[in-house]
């Protein structure tokens, strides 16, 4: 048996399904509450009463609830793009340039990357089937190829999304209001006054954060090409799939044609994106420059979708392709709340930011942040679920040091993006269209990630 089979076996026999991890964390957190954050003055009862009010109270929290559905768009909306016709052109002519292993794994690599910069939905399905369709040119043409590395280089979007624009965190810090709401029930900051919003100018588009991009861009898919010179090639063994909708013959109704029609789709789809630009444009001319939110990213990604797709009939087929895809997210987000809520009212935020800034130091606190999120994101594999859950700790700990709130949560979204290369979780999609195994791709992907900890670490001792 292999290193990369005996590691998956491990794998899922020590950690059971995102959803009863979401399950064993709220039980965990409930007992600890119950146990060792009873107030004196509190009987048991009363405590007990408390603990499941405020899981209640965290579970239906209306902007909580808000932040899980735009994280759900996000992602199937993403995916929905990387089901248009221009999406499958583009795969077309790229195959026609990936006729070796090395040449393929450099341009899967690199686009992958670039579009997990922008969203992570559309680099997640967009790699799945470039690095399929690089294995159907190969069988065609009758070259030979490595087709497990080609899929972990379609995968290498998720190493990198969470530093880009569709990045869970970003999103949400940069909108005004956020930081202090998640903070409403920390006593630590009734006295504290956080910034309005922390804009992506301090986060996505940073001097460091920039660099640690062009690094991830330029070396990863060379670390991708050197890997290609020197892997043996595989016999791609591949099951039928199909990219696009069945053909259907015209239906009679005016009701139907107007599904099909090219018109409503631009019309709708040019009037979201003036929407959008209009929305920017107000942003800019009054200086607040806050105008990048996960509702505009949305709105974005609803026009282009549209506009791609050509009609409202493939639009919809698309997004009911993507919508399996966030099942996760739909039943796990509201546990996480819940957690966040029991957490944050029972003074359990406060103690363990206590202890992490009893074991930090301005020098070490950055490095801790980036391998404890890559740590949670094994157990919490979702960046808006690890938000909510380890956000408020990041905040309050980096506020008690001093250090700067910005650059904490970029060493939060890094921790958090970098171990998707060992979690199989958000890899399921993308398994499912190539119709490889986990252990095919993981020596691969393993790589990858210790070179994406390198160039990370390198970037929050440097800046």
Known sequence: MSFSEKFERVFRNVLPSPFSLAVILTMLVLVCALIFFQPASYSSGSHFINVLQYWYEGIWSAP???FGYQMILILVLGHALALSRPANNAIKVLTKYCNTTPKAALIVSSVCIFLGLINWGLALIFGAILARKVAEYSVEKGYAINYPLIAACGYTGLMVWHGGISGSSLLKVAEPGHLKQLTSN??????????EFIGFSETVFSEMNIAISLALLLIIPFGAYALGKNSPSTHNILRKFKLDKDDEHQPPGWAERFDSRLAPALVLGFLVLL??????????????????????????????????HGSLSRFTWAVKQAIPGASGILIQFPLYFGILGVMQNTGMVSAISNLVASISGPNTFFINTFFSAGFVNILVPSGGGQWMVQGPILLETASKLNLPLSKSIMALAYGDQITNMLQPFWALPLLSITGLKAREILPYTLYFMLIGIVIFIAGLLIF
Not at 186 to 195: D, N, T
Not at 294 to 302: C, G, K
């Open 186 to 195: 920390s006593s630590f900051f009734a006295g504290i006054e956080l910034p």
């Open 64 to 66: 909580l609830l808000v």
């Open 275 to 308: 929407t959008d630009t209009i929305i920017a444009a107000s942003s800019i001319r009054s200086g607040e420059n806050n105008f990048m939110s996960p509702n505009f990213i949305n709105t974005a990604l609803l026009g282009l979708g549209l506009i791609a």
